[in-house]
């Protein structure tokens, strides 16, 4: 003995490849004698072998001269010395750690490629980590980071059991596993922005280091191939689609699924290998799958898609039992009970702490049902002895038959599968949407650039994987299989599925991989083709683990070759696609702009809310106000803000919602090329000014622009509105305004109305030239929205300007500004018609408001067509008041109530409100109205004659705003034509009453 192993520990200090050649044959001598053509060594280091005397010649054949010796040199242990005496008792140890052998050099070669994956994931380091601040990548990322700092500002520690219990309903139907894992290392690290951006930005590498090892154990347990599961390890390092998404500082949900399927494999492989055990190991695999299972349900509120095709596992496997003779409930056991754990463990979490919705909570119970039905079926089957082809029809049929009556009979999970399907192949507009193979996506050219060579590499083993366990019980090999073209089914309608299929294709990327180092001679042949070639399959034929060998000069250069060759793809995806999700520098630098600003205005959300392009909305959102919940907002309206020419409606949209806004170089808009008059082009291009062609807009102020001018930020202003009269043509306006470090000059083109007026609206400060007038424009200007001019004690709007966006008054200097209305025919020259969307907005108006007498007069037409008694029954005409009942009237109304006029007067309380309403004249026709408070005196005059008069005990108050077509809060609007409104702060007396009407104007 101590010649053998003197002579095998010298051969392995010589040729270290021979290991795995001397396990080949020891392998082969446990079964008798054996062949050359038995194992799978190098003729030259098989002579060497026969030399060196460590197999012998024997019975026309060879056998290992002392197989213990042998082994002991492999292993490094003592041998063993046979006894020569008998013992008359036979004595029990305890196993020892120390008998336990590990294979170093795969240990070292593990670890290796391992800290490859990670500092694959690491190139963005610098983008992260930057200035002293995290800034995670993408969008999506900074949506978890909100929630994670919301739940743990109001938690007491990561031991706060309780905060679990109760989590927003925005957490427990969405990612709660997800959210209360990253939660709970935030708190660990202390809490905080910071300790919650440490982990967030960490935990993908962790999570793809944990899944790379997870992969290795899964590929190992299938090949028994050590240098196929290294490869697995490799090819998942470089799969684009799975490398970028696992990159530093993405920390969406993807890599915690990727975590959990890992898991869900390498369990059930596990299950597979040794499926009829009865022990403490299948116990063990088994509680790991229903954790597995349960994990991948909980972490994600479409759990239930990534383990549907568990069903498909189990119909496959059992079946393959019948088709092997073997019994179905006895195989799939371990997976059953596992099924039993996972729906319970989901189902609990459902109850006690209010996860997800029943229909996910419930997904692993359903499954588990399923399954139980499935293997009693198959082993009726068995016993019966039905062939497998037609038990698998029945099945089939069965499933149809059964997943379209659930509709039907539970009716919830109708609309939820319904809303599933919608979300798989209806969602839209979102890059992780599109199928893999998309136009956007580069066609049939996109499994490349997801998967780089490796999708090649991998699919044709995947099918043979499916095809070999048709042949033979390979329930391990099937459930891959089977797991591999789900996934790929996934991909191929929403690209989001990339990375769960790279769990898998990864697999079968490295036995195709050493495979094809095998056709090269590279390397000897992967175990489960070598028991293909020598005739025998199953753990049996090879027997110990394909372990690593340090290839020849030649072999490595081939290897080596090979392996670039394989990942050429990747060397340059992953980068760019890793590039792809970078907060970019100039986001960033506008990000922190905007947070600066905020902070030295004071301003709070919503106040700072930024409206971008929502990709990137989350990201500018939780840079300047920390609330980067939802980019819903964004995502409805930004694009559509790009594309319009309406700065004033959409000033009005935006004010009360928006904060700053955000334009940027880019695409096209579809329908409108981002030219022309467009907003984007108006605000990038020419930061709201405007010229003969193009006209400005005026509620829109530059405060930021980039370095290279390619992102800007706006803010929102009421922006100041400069008067002028003349009877020339077009002026133009300009000034100088600082934006950033830049001055640019801002620019307006301004037309008169057809009687003479110019008005344009400015949101700098400044000084401007209309009209051959000089206006020095303040920052309190801009921001109160109100006309130069000085006020006057009466007002008179004709409304003859015809056009335009202002109403000018004549005599005081209350000047409008027009909203939904348009001018038409009316008493004298023009009127406003107003259609019940629109009104006429007053500013500064306190000179207005009557307290020391008060006229209100306006010729009015109401429309045929409108029923003002039961439909529109109390539109305001001219008011300073609110919303509200007439007897609860601040200020004055003069309006209409069931097709009659109305004056209302008062202070606000209901006892001292003056209410005065006469005779309809909802006719169609114009009519002269007028309402006089003079001292304790109220008169309501219709076409000069009074037709009402009442009393007044109370003084009214001083309001600011006025309206006309509708209450101060623009409620209440009117429908029909309004012409020549007149306002004085004096009682007129009935015979300049009689003249406003009867001359129907000024």
Same mark, same amino acid.
């Given at each position: 003995?101590?010649?053998?192993?003197?002579?095998?520990?010298?051969?392995?200090?010589?040729?270290?490849?021979?290991?795995?050649?001397?396990?080949?044959?020891?392998?082969?001598?446990?079964?008798?004698?054996?062949?050359?053509?038995?194992?799978?060594?190098?003729?030259?280091?098989?002579?060497?072998?026969?030399?060196?005397? %460590?197999?012998?010649?024997?019975?026309?054949?060879?056998?290992?001269?002392?197989?213990?010796?042998?082994?002991?040199?492999?292993?490094?242990?003592?041998?063993?010395?046979?006894?020569?005496?008998?013992?008359?008792?036979?004595?029990?140890?305890?196993?020892?750690?120390?008998?336990?052998?590990?294979?170093?050099?795969?240990?070292?070669?593990?670890?290796?490629?391992?800290?490859?994956?990670? /500092?694959?994931?690491?190139?963005?380091?610098?983008?992260?980590?930057?200035?002293?601040?995290?800034?995670?990548?993408?969008?999506?990322?900074?949506?978890?980071?909100?929630?994670?700092?919301?739940?743990?500002?109001?938690?007491?520690?990561?031991?706060?059991?309780?905060?679990?219990?109760?989590?927003?309903?925005?957490?427990?139907?969405?990612?709660?596993?997800?959210?209360?894992?990253? &939660?709970?290392?935030?708190?660990?690290?202390?809490?905080?922005?910071?300790?919650?951006? %440490?982990?967030?930005?960490?935990?993908?590498?962790?999570?793809?280091?944990?899944?790379?090892?997870?992969?290795?154990?899964?590929?190992?347990?299938?090949?028994?191939?050590?240098?196929?599961?290294?490869?697995?390890?490799?090819?998942?390092?470089?799969?684009?689609?799975?490398?970028?998404?696992?990159?530093?500082?993405?920390?969406?949900?993807?890599?915690?699924?990727?975590?959990?399927?890992?898991?869900?494999?390498?369990?059930?492989?596990?299950?597979?290998?040794?499926?009829?055990?009865?022990?403490?190991?299948?116990?063990?695999?088994?509680?790991?799958?229903?954790?597995?299972?349960?994990?991948?349900?909980?972490? &994600?509120?479409?759990?239930?898609?990534? +383990?549907?095709?568990?069903?498909?596992?189990?119909?496959?496997?059992?079946?393959?039992?019948?088709?092997?003779?073997?019994?179905?409930?006895?195989?799939?056991?371990?997976?059953?009970?596992?099924?039993?754990?996972?729906?319970?463990?989901?189902?609990?979490?459902?109850?006690?702490?209010?996860?997800?919705?029943?229909?996910?909570?419930?997904?692993?119970?359903?499954?588990?049902?399923?399954?139980?039905?499935?293997?009693?079926?198959?082993?009726?089957?068995?016993?019966?002895?039905?062939?497998?082809?037609? /038990?698998?029809?029945?099945?089939?049929?069965?499933?149809?038959?059964?997943?379209?009556?659930?509709?039907?009979?539970?009716?919830?999970?109708?609309?939820?599968?319904?809303?599933?399907?919608?979300?798989?192949?209806?969602?839209?507009?979102?890059?992780?949407?599109?199928?893999?193979?998309?136009?956007?996506?580069?066609?049939?050219?996109?499994?490349?650039?997801?998967?780089?060579?490796?999708?090649?590499?991998?699919?044709?083993?995947?099918?043979?994987?499916?095809?070999?366990?048709?042949?033979?019980?390979?329930?391990?090999?099937?459930?891959?299989?089977?797991?591999?073209?789900?996934?790929?089914?996934?991909?191929?309608?929403?690209?989001?599925?990339?990375?769960?299929?790279?769990?898998?294709?990864?697999?079968?990327?490295?036995?195709?991989?050493?495979?094809?180092?095998?056709?090269?001679?590279?390397?000897?042949?992967?175990?489960?083709?070598?028991?293909?070639?020598?005739?025998?399959?199953?753990?049996?034929?090879?027997?110990?683990?394909?372990?690593?060998?340090?290839?020849?000069?030649?072999?490595?250069?081939?290897?080596?070759?090979?392996?670039?060759?394989?990942?050429?793809?990747?060397?340059?995806?992953?980068?760019?696609?890793?590039?792809?999700?970078?907060?970019?520098?100039?986001?960033?630098?506008?990000?922190?702009?905007?947070?600066?600003?905020?902070?030295?205005?004071?301003?709070?959300?919503?106040?700072?809310?930024?409206?971008?392009?929502?990709?990137?909305?989350?990201?500018?959102?939780?840079?300047?106000?920390?609330?980067?919940?939802?980019?819903?907002?964004?995502?409805?309206?930004?694009?559509?803000?790009?594309?319009?020419?309406?700065?004033?409606?959409?000033?009005?949209?935006?004010?009360?919602?928006?904060?700053?806004?955000?334009?940027?170089?880019?695409?096209?808009?579809?329908?409108?090329?981002?030219?022309?008059?467009?907003?984007?082009?108006?605000?990038?291009?020419?930061?709201?000014?405007?010229?003969?062609?193009?006209?400005?807009?005026?509620?829109?102020?530059?405060?930021?622009?980039?370095?290279?001018?390619?992102?800007?930020?706006?803010?929102?202003?009421?922006?100041?509105?400069?008067?002028?009269?003349?009877?020339?043509?077009?002026?133009?306006?300009?000034?100088?305004?600082?934006?950033?470090?830049?001055?640019?000059?801002?620019?307006?083109?301004?037309?008169?109305?057809?009687?003479?007026?110019?008005?344009?609206?400015?949101?700098?400060?400044?000084?401007?030239?209309?009209?051959?007038?000089?206006?020095?424009?303040?920052?309190?200007?801009?921001?109160?929205?109100?006309?130069?001019?000085?006020?006057?004690?009466?007002?008179? &709007?004709?409304?003859?300007?015809?056009?335009?966006?202002?109403?000018?008054?004549?005599?005081?200097?209350?000047?409008?500004?027009?909203?939904?209305?348009? &001018?038409?025919?009316?008493?004298?020259?023009?009127?406003?018609?107003?259609?019940?969307?629109?009104?006429?907005?007053?500013?500064?108006?306190?000179?207005?408001?009557?307290?020391?007498?008060?006229?209100?007069?306006?010729?009015?037409?109401?429309?045929?067509?409108?029923?003002?008694?039961?439909?529109?029954?109390?539109?305001?005409?001219?008011?300073?008041?609110?919303?509200?009942?007439?007897?609860?009237?601040?200020?004055?109304?003069?309006?209409?109530?069931?097709?009659?006029?109305?004056?209302?007067?008062?202070?606000?309380?209901?006892?001292?409100?003056?209410?005065?309403?006469?005779?309809?004249?909802?006719?169609?026709?114009?009519?002269?109205?007028?309402?006089?408070?003079?001292?304790?005196?109220?008169?309501?005059?219709?076409?000069?004659?009074?037709?009402?008069?009442?009393? +007044?005990?109370?003084?009214?108050?001083?309001?600011?705003?006025?309206?006309?077509?509708?209450?101060?809060?623009?409620?209440?609007?009117?429908?029909?034509?309004?012409?020549?409104?007149?306002?004085?702060?004096?009682?007129?007396?009935?015979?300049?009453?009689?003249?406003?009407?009867?001359?129907?104007?000024?």
């Amino acid at each position: 003995m101590t010649d053998t192993r003197e002579a095998t520990t010298t051969l392995l200090a010589e040729r270290p490849n021979a290991e795995s050649a001397l396990r080949s044959i020891l392998a082969a001598d446990e079964h008798g004698t054996w062949t050359f053509d038995d194992v799978d060594v190098d003729s030259g280091l098989f002579g060497e072998i026969v030399a060196a005397d %460590i197999v012998e010649k024997r019975d026309g054949g060879y056998r290992v001269s002392d197989p213990a010796a042998v082994r002991a040199a492999l292993d490094g242990e003592r041998a063993a010395t046979p006894s020569t005496s008998k013992s008359t008792s036979r004595s029990v140890t305890m196993p020892s750690l120390s008998n336990v052998s590990v294979d170093r050099t795969a240990a070292l070669a593990l670890a290796g490629a391992l800290v490859f994956l990670a /500092l694959v994931r690491l190139i963005s380091i610098s983008a992260v980590f930057r200035e002293g601040a995290i800034v995670l990548s993408a969008n999506d990322p900074y949506f978890y980071r909100y929630l994670v700092e919301t739940v743990a500002a109001e938690t007491n520690g990561p031991f706060d059991i309780g905060a679990v219990a109760s989590l927003p309903h925005r957490v427990t139907a969405g990612e709660p596993l997800l959210v209360v894992t990253l &939660w709970f290392w935030t708190e660990l690290l202390g809490g905080g922005a910071n300790a919650s951006g %440490i982990v967030l930005s960490v935990y993908p590498v962790v999570t793809a280091v944990l899944t790379g090892a997870l992969v290795y154990l899964t590929t190992l347990r299938l090949s028994d191939d050590r240098r196929v599961a290294l490869a697995a390890v490799l090819a998942l390092a470089l799969i684009p689609a799975y490398a970028y998404r696992t990159s530093l500082g993405f920390a969406d949900h993807h890599a915690f699924d990727y975590f959990w399927l890992a898991l869900t494999a390498v369990a059930l492989v596990s299950l597979a290998a040794e499926p009829s055990r009865r022990d403490a190991k299948t116990a063990f695999w088994s509680a790991l799958f229903g954790v597995a299972v349960a994990g991948q349900t909980l972490a &994600w509120e479409a759990g239930p898609l990534l +383990i549907l095709p568990l069903g498909l596992v189990v119909v496959g496997w059992a079946t393959t039992t019948v088709q092997a003779g073997k019994s179905p409930a006895r195989e799939l056991g371990g997976l059953i009970g596992g099924l039993a754990l996972a729906a319970i463990l989901t189902a609990g979490a459902h109850f006690a702490l209010g996860w997800h919705g029943t229909t996910v909570a419930f997904a692993p119970a359903g499954l588990f049902v399923g399954s139980v039905a499935v293997v009693g079926v198959t082993e009726l089957a068995l016993r019966q002895g039905w062939s497998a082809r037609m /038990l698998l029809g029945g099945e089939v049929v069965a499933s149809v038959v059964v997943f379209g009556a659930l509709p039907f009979v539970i009716p919830q999970m109708g609309a939820e599968l319904q809303s599933g399907v919608q979300f798989l192949f209806e969602t839209e507009g979102i890059a992780e949407t599109q199928s893999l193979v998309s136009a956007d996506q580069g066609s049939l050219v996109g499994p490349l650039l997801s998967f780089g060579l490796f999708v090649l590499l991998g699919l044709p083993y995947a099918g043979w994987a499916l095809l070999r366990s048709s042949r033979e019980y390979e329930p391990g090999w099937l459930a891959m299989g089977i797991y591999t073209w789900y996934f790929l089914a996934l991909a191929l309608v929403q690209l989001r599925f990339a990375g769960e299929l790279a769990v898998f294709l990864a697999v079968f990327a490295g036995l195709g991989f050493v495979h094809l180092a095998a056709k090269i001679d590279a390397m000897r042949m992967p175990k489960p083709f070598a028991e293909v070639e020598s005739g025998r399959r199953g753990r049996e034929a090879m027997g110990e683990t394909v372990g690593l060998e340090r290839p020849e000069r030649r072999e490595a250069m081939s290897l080596l070759g090979l392996g670039l060759f394989a990942g050429s793809f990747s060397f340059v995806q992953v980068p760019v696609k890793t590039g792809q999700l970078l907060v970019p520098d100039g986001l960033y630098d506008a990000a922190m702009w905007m947070r600066e600003y905020s902070e030295e205005k004071g301003l709070e959300y919503p106040e700072n809310y930024v409206f971008s392009e929502w990709s990137w909305n989350r990201a500018y959102n939780y840079l300047v106000n920390g609330n980067s919940d939802s980019y819903g907002f964004a995502f409805n309206n930004y694009r559509e803000f790009l594309g319009s020419r309406d700065g004033e409606e959409w000033y009005r949209r935006l004010r009360d919602r928006v904060g700053f806004i955000v334009t940027e170089d880019g695409p096209a808009i579809a329908g409108d090329g981002r030219g022309g008059e467009s907003l984007h082009s108006r605000l990038h291009s020419q930061y709201g000014g405007g010229d003969g062609s193009i006209p400005g807009i005026g509620h829109y102020k530059a405060l930021y622009s980039s370095t290279d001018g390619s992102r800007k930020v706006f803010g929102l202003a009421p922006g100041a509105v400069l008067v002028g009269r003349g009877d020339g043509g077009s002026q133009t306006v300009q000034t100088e305004a600082n934006v950033g470090n830049e001055s640019i000059t801002y620019e307006r083109s301004v037309q008169p109305t057809e009687n003479g007026w110019y008005a344009v609206r400015v949101p700098y400060a400044g000084e401007y030239l209309l009209a051959g007038q000089r206006y020095q424009v303040s920052e309190e200007a801009v921001q109160s929205g109100g006309f130069t001019p000085e006020k006057g004690s009466r007002a008179v &709007w004709s409304f003859n300007e015809g056009r335009g966006e202002f109403v000018f008054d004549s005599q005081g200097g209350y000047h409008g500004s027009v909203s939904g209305v348009t &001018w038409a025919e009316g008493f004298d020259g023009y009127a406003l018609e107003f259609d019940g969307s629109g009104s006429v907005s007053v500013p500064d108006a306190e000179e207005l408001s009557g307290e020391g007498g008060l006229t209100v007069s306006a010729w009015i037409r109401t429309d045929e067509g409108v029923d003002y008694r039961n439909g529109l029954q109390y539109p305001r005409l001219v008011s300073n008041s609110e919303n509200g009942a007439y007897e609860g009237t601040e200020g004055y109304q003069l309006a209409l109530w069931r097709g009659r006029v109305m004056v209302a007067l008062g202070d606000g309380s209901e006892a001292s409100a003056t209410v005065l309403s006469t005779e309809h004249v909802d006719d169609g026709e114009w009519h002269h109205l007028a309402a006089v408070r003079d001292g304790s005196e109220v008169r309501l005059y219709i076409d000069g004659e009074e037709v009402r008069r009442g009393g +007044i005990e109370t003084g009214l108050p001083s309001r600011k705003h006025l309206r006309i077509g509708a209450s101060v809060n623009d409620e209440r609007r009117f429908k029909g034509a309004i012409n020549q409104v007149e306002i004085r702060g004096e009682a007129a007396n009935p015979e300049e009453v009689a003249q406003l009407s009867g001359q129907g104007g000024n």
